[in-house]
């Protein structure tokens, strides 16, 4: 990337801060004002004390207290005048930079949560995690320096215009000072821009890195792999290393040649108007004025030197972000709605990955369960169900309305999934089967708890519902954190039940009561179970046979029984299993 391109991204990513949060840059801003403003009128008025009150009081020897006082509260109540100024403009980028990065993580979050699972698949949560942490710090560094930096534009343009109005010479050498300043930049972001690139990559690799290990930690542990692990991520830790050095070494030469330009042009100022005053163009408060307004050109260099030093990275860290702000949705959001009659579930010539043309029906009230070999497409069947997957060919129709028609929130409503390993978050009991839904009160969570054979445990729970589960449920076996994940999505009274071998860990006579308590629960949904025992088989009212991605047969248990060799073979199998 040139530096004009770089230039060109930076302009534009601070254009966005300022128009994401107008008025919190203003109000940084209208303090960066002030301080410039004051600073160009410091300089004269120090030059006026110098001349016409101190300079006076030596030549005649005596002090003037009350002029001098005079003089000093004119001086102290500038200065106060510019603490305000700046506590202004350092307030404001204080919380512009962080309402911007709060907005960022939000959007990020929001976006994820929209995203389909395929590509969450291809972007690993480590990298995720980075996103939302390292890339949205990068992309928002520039704010802090932001409002000062525009501010200080002001600043130097009337400082050099008021060293020009001082003494042409004068204000020549200041002139000097900007092309110095870009040519400085030019080269420092040539040489590292694509090593702030390169950083945040890694960056994301090693936060990866670093979330599979802790969650792998205990499969890490029992293989006895630990030294492996370990040396996986020194390694990547070590190019991480080596790339924030090199950029290290470059802003090591950046940030003394930037601090040390106003200092070269003070020294030129002094110079050059000496010799004026020799010549008599200039006399003392002039001088004094001058080098003032030049010493006061060392913090706006500095602040834009910051600005552009913050570039390269924040370029790098808003790139990444964008990508994933950029990403395509799962679906485009629909806008139908459902009434509030039980709905059946229609899937009419479905295609997509290892399904052909699947068509079932799930009526209301009513168990289909999905049958068939590894790798047959249950799964696919139960994620198109949950609207996880969408359909390449064919429709899915939920209370004869087509699913992606529907908005989220009615889909939500009207549709629980339930994985074979499910998720509990680091809450309570309470929270992880309510989940904040309104009208989910403790009356609900306890009912769903017992359709679920989960409210037994819970009861033994050292608090009962306000138990904490720990991380990932941790601290409940398999088969609770099943049950209480099918107590969750029962708490919302769906109307179409999908469960991907959600019951799998719990023992076969508690998995066929739960089945059986969900079928005589009154008002029950419509439930559509990938069944991989007998039990549960038999207590379906309709058995959906698939094999190779086809449905091959479907029926009640006895019927497929009779006529499906392949079917009779499977559950053959499935009892040879349990007898193992």
Aim: charged share 20%; with cysteine.
């Amino acid at each position: 990337m040139s530096t004009r391109e770089l230039v060109a991204q930076g302009t534009r990513l601070c254009g966005r801060m300022i128009r994401s949060e107008p008025r919190l840059f203003l109000v940084s801003l209208g303090g960066a004002a002030l301080v410039v403003v004051l600073s160009i009128g410091s300089a004269f008025a120090i030059g006026a004390v110098v001349a016409d009150v101190v300079a006076p009081m030596l030549d005649r020897g005596r002090v003037d207290a009350g002029l001098l006082v005079a003089a000093a509260a004119a001086l102290l109540g500038l200065s106060a005048l510019k603490v305000l100024g700046i506590f202004s403009r350092r307030l404001g980028a204080v919380y512009l930079q962080q309402s911007l990065q709060a907005g960022q993580r939000k959007a990020i979050v929001r976006k994820y949560l929209s995203l389909p699972p395929a590509w969450h698949r291809d972007n690993p949560t480590g990298a995720l995690l980075s996103n939302a942490s390292s890339d949205v710090d990068a992309a928002a560094s520039p704010a802090g320096s932001l409002a000062y930096a525009v501010a200080t534009v002001f600043l130097l343009a009337g400082a050099l215009t008021a060293l020009f109005a001082v003494d042409w010479t004068l204000g020549l050498v200041g002139l000097v000072v900007f092309p110095g300043l870009v040519t400085v930049f030019a080269v420092y972001s040539r040489r590292v821009a694509p090593r702030y690139r390169q950083a945040q990559s890694l960056r994301a690799r090693v936060t990866a890195l670093a979330h599979e290990s802790f969650d792998g930690a205990l499969t890490v542990k029992v293989m006895g792999r630990a030294d492996h692990q370990t040396a996986r991520f020194a390694e990547q830790v070590g190019e991480l290393r080596r790339a924030l050095v090199s950029i290290g070494r470059t802003r090591a030469w950046h940030d003394p040649v930037i601090d040390a330009l106003p200092h070269v042009g003070t020294v030129a100022v002094l110079v050059v108007g000496a010799w004026r005053c020799e010549q008599g163009a200039l006399d003392l408060s002039d001088l004094t004025a001058a080098a003032f307004l030049f010493a006061l050109m060392d913090m706006p260099i500095r602040a834009i030197g910051w600005l552009l030093g913050a570039l390269p990275r924040a370029v790098a860290g808003s790139e990444r972000v964008d990508r994933v702000l950029a990403a395509a949705d799962d679906a485009p959001p629909g806008t139908a709605t459902l009434g509030s009659e039980r709905a059946e579930l229609r899937l009419r010539q479905v295609g997509v990955r290892n399904l052909t043309e699947v068509s079932l029906r799930v009526g209301p009230g009513r168990v289909v369960a999905l049958v068939g070999p590894t790798g047959c497409g249950k799964s696919t069947v139960a994620a198109v169900a949950a609207r996880l997957l969408h359909p390449e060919s064919g429709s899915v129709l939920l209370g004869g309305v087509d699913v992606r028609e529907l908005t989220a929130a009615a889909y939500a409503a009207a549709v629980a999934y339930v994985p074979q390993v499910p998720f509990l978050f680091a809450d309570s009991v309470r929270g992880n089967v309510a989940l904040g839904r309104p009208g989910v009160d403790d009356t609900a969570i306890w009912q769903a708890l017992a359709v679920a054979r989960a409210d037994d445990f819970v009861r033994l729970l050292p608090q009962g519902l306000d138990t904490g589960l720990g991380e990932r449920g941790a601290a409940l076996s398999g088969g609770q954190r099943q049950r209480i994940a099918l107590a969750r999505a029962l708490a919302g009274g769906p109307r179409l039940l999908v469960l991907d071998d959600a019951t799998s860990a719990v023992d076969p006579v508690v998995e066929a009561d739960v089945v059986a308590g969900l079928r005589a629960a009154p008002g029950g949904p419509a439930m559509l179970v990938v069944a991989t025992r007998r039990p549960t088989i038999a207590l379906a009212d309709e058995v959906v046979y698939l094999d190779r991605g086809r449905v091959e047969a479907c029926g009640t248990h006895h019927e497929l029984m009779r006529s499906a060799p392949g079917y009779r073979d499977l559950l053959a199998a499935y009892d040879r299993r349990e007898a193992a």
